[in-house]
């Protein structure tokens, strides 16, 4: 039953809800796991609570083996891996230039291992959680803590690999882009 609870929930945050074309595609065992709201379908309560739901974020411009160890003790906290990719935009307002757009680095951040699914983030970071509903917010070790929802679990990382060699901006540096 988990793993069909954690394919609605992967539908439910891909599209930001289910379409009710998408709904009708589901067997009557799937339909009775969905609850519409506001035009669409989402996961009722009693069995998004049956899967423990990790949410971390970055930009991920440059895949490293520090991403990869974020991302990996990340999902030991939970069942359900969520990575909230930031925007282009979001970026240059940083004022950095992204090397790969965001669609890209989602594709890239989603096809690995430990994560089930990345989403793009929205310029208000608070509005993304409302609609994960995660249980745990997972921090890197170079991350600043920005949002602390109540009810939400925060695990900030202590541990990292070496931080002068894995960090984008030194590898950007590096290769002078």
Same mark, same amino acid.
């Given at each position: 039953m988990k793993d069909l609870i954690k394919k609605l929930y992967y539908l439910q945050i891909k599209n930001w809800g289910i379409p009710p074309s998408d709904?009708?595609?589901?067997?009557? $065992?799937? /339909?009775? *796991? !969905?609850?519409?709201? $506001?035009? /669409?379908? *989402? !996961?009722?309560?009693p069995f998004k609570k049956q899967i423990k739901i990790v949410a971390t974020g970055g930009v991920f411009d440059i895949l490293h083996i520090g991403h990869l160890y974020t991302l990996n003790e990340a999902k030991k906290h939970g069942d359900f891996l969520v990575v909230i990719i930031a925007r282009d935009d979001m970026i240059r307002k940083k004022n950095r230039k992204p090397i790969h757009s965001q669609d890209y680095r989602?594709?890239?951040?989603?096809?690995?291992?430990p994560v089930d699914c990345a989403i793009l983030g929205i310029e208000e970071p608070t509005k993304t959680l409302e609609f994960l509903k995660p249980d745990i917010i997972v921090y890197g070790y170079d991350q600043k803590d920005f949002l602390r929802p109540e009810g939400i679990q925060i695990i900030k990382l202590d541990k990292h690999l070496e931080e002068q060699k894995f960090k984008t901006h030194k590898i950007i540096e590096e290769l002078g882009l």
């Open positions: 709904f009708e595609k589901f067997s009557q $065992e799937e /339909k009775q *796991f !969905l609850e519409p709201k $506001e035009s /669409k379908y *989402f !996961l009722k309560n989602a594709k890239m951040v989603e096809s690995l291992k």
